[in-house]
């Protein structure tokens, strides 16, 4: 392969206890046999509770964990207190970006594209006019996400999301196309547009095999692709983060490319958007995993603009 590898011996954390555990599982297996098959020696650790116990041996870990206890700060403050490198971004750029609220804010100040929101933190009256995107602040694989097109379906929505934290974001729609960017090593990957049934690209059409088209590279104008590279970079940055990630994007239909938000450990599922953008740009799925591996580093973030 010609990847020159700064480790030999890996472990990769997978499980968890999130609500995301089952999709964890799914990309912790893909990134073993990735890894495996750029010649590391990997142990696989799946995370059953929020207790870190890494083998003897272990040089760097991958981080395959989504959401709580993987995505937001706790297990890479633990990492970095054991000297142990890990991929992905460092504790304040994961804890950030895992607050989808707070993400928002930070944009909002320096400008960067992003719909208008309010959080929520009981039932009650629509703090805006429908249609709105009801989800938690810090939740991922759109659990807990739902689409309110009229007051009838409000009050169900914001109770399911209320099930997975104690704030809820209220986002204004934004109509039009689902696209997103991959992020690896300081580099925007392909744009991807995600073409879901009915346009909503929920938990189910993100997760079975079939529901979603997605389109590689997205049918846009170079013009429009480099802006959205261009802009995720910048969303990425501006939060800290560093390694790799995706940033998620609605591109409305007079081309305003407005940023949802940023995945710090993106799934590496088959259905994943990562690996596509990736493939696209002639990286191969074990290819991505080595790149992704010896980006691993003691917690090491970019100075971000937010501080």
Same mark, same amino acid.
């Not at 633990?78 to 504790?91: D, K, N, Y």
């Not at 909503?200 to 429009?224: C, L, N």
């Not at 940055?237 to 940023?259: I, N, Q």
């Given at each position: 392969?010609?990847?020159? @590898? @700064? +480790? #030999?011996?890996?472990?990769?954390?997978?499980?968890?206890?999130?609500? #995301?555990?089952?999709?964890?599982?799914?990309? !912790?297996?893909?990134?073993?046999?990735?890894?495996r098959?750029?010649g590391?020696?990997?142990t696989?650790?799946?995370?059953?509770?929020?207790? =870190?116990?890494?083998?003897?041996?272990?040089?760097?870990?991958?981080?395959?964990?989504?959401?709580?206890?993987?995505?937001?700060?706790?297990?890479?403050q633990?990492?970095?207190?054991?000297?142990?490198?890990?991929?992905?971004?460092?504790?304040d750029?994961? @804890?950030?970006?895992?607050?989808? &609220?707070?993400?928002?804010?930070?944009?909002? $100040?320096? !400008?960067?594209?992003?719909?208008?929101?309010?959080?929520?933190?009981?039932?009650?009256?629509?703090?805006?006019?429908?249609?709105?995107?009801?989800?938690?602040?810090?939740?991922?694989?759109?659990?807990?996400?739902?689409?309110?097109?009229?007051?009838?379906?409000?009050?169900?929505?914001?109770?399911?999301?209320?099930?997975?934290?104690? @704030?809820?974001?209220?986002?204004?729609? /934004?109509?039009? $196309?689902?696209?997103?960017?991959?992020?690896?090593?300081?580099?925007? =990957?392909p744009?991807?547009? %995600?073409?879901?049934?009915?346009?909503?690209?929920?938990?189910?059409?993100?997760?079975?095999?079939?529901?979603? $088209?997605?389109?590689?590279?997205?049918?846009?104008?170079?013009?429009?692709?480099k802006?959205?590279?261009? /802009?995720?970079?910048?969303?990425?940055?501006? =939060?800290?983060?560093?390694? +790799?990630?995706?940033?998620?994007?609605?591109?409305?239909?007079?081309?305003? &490319?407005?940023? =949802?938000?940023?995945?710090? %450990?993106?799934?590496?599922?088959?259905?994943?958007?990562?690996?596509?953008?990736?493939?696209?740009? !002639? %990286?191969?799925?074990?290819?991505?995993?080595?790149? %992704?591996? #010896?980006?691993? !580093?003691?917690?090491?973030?970019?100075?971000?603009?937010?501080?």
């Open positions: 392969m010609g990847l020159d @590898r @700064r +480790f #030999e011996h890996v472990a990769v954390l997978m499980g968890g206890v999130s609500a #995301e555990r089952d999709i964890s599982l799914r990309s !912790g297996a893909a990134a073993v046999t990735g890894l098959a750029c590391y020696t990997v696989p650790i799946e995370l059953q509770q929020t207790v =870190l116990a890494i083998p003897p041996g272990i040089e760097a870990v991958f981080l395959a964990l989504h959401g709580t206890f993987g995505e937001d700060g706790t297990i890479q633990a990492l970095m207190q054991r000297g142990i490198p890990f991929t992905g971004s460092g504790v750029s994961s @804890r950030l970006a895992m607050d989808k &609220a707070a993400s928002k804010a930070c944009w909002m $100040r320096q !400008g960067i594209p992003t719909a208008a929101f309010h959080v929520v933190t009981k039932p009650g009256p629509s703090p805006s006019d429908f249609p709105l995107v009801v989800k938690p602040v810090s939740q991922g694989s759109s659990i807990g996400v739902h689409l309110v097109r009229s007051a009838a379906d409000w009050d169900a929505a914001v109770g399911d999301a209320l099930q997975y934290d104690s @704030r809820v974001m209220v986002e204004t729609y /934004v109509p039009g $196309r689902e696209l997103t960017v991959g992020i690896l090593g300081g580099m925007p =990957l744009v991807v547009e %995600i073409v879901a049934p009915e346009g909503w690209y929920g938990f189910g059409a993100k997760y079975t095999t079939g529901q979603t $088209r997605y389109d590689v590279p997205a049918a846009i104008s170079g013009q429009e692709a802006h959205l590279q261009k /802009v995720a970079l910048e969303a990425f940055t501006a =939060l800290g983060c560093s390694g +790799f990630g995706r940033v998620d994007f609605r591109l409305s239909p007079d081309g305003e &490319a407005m940023v =949802l938000e940023v995945n710090t %450990i993106p799934g590496l599922t088959e259905t994943s958007l990562l690996p596509k953008a990736a493939a696209a740009a !002639g %990286i191969s799925f074990t290819q991505l995993c080595g790149r %992704i591996m #010896e980006t691993a !580093g003691m917690g090491y973030e970019q100075e971000a603009m937010h501080a």
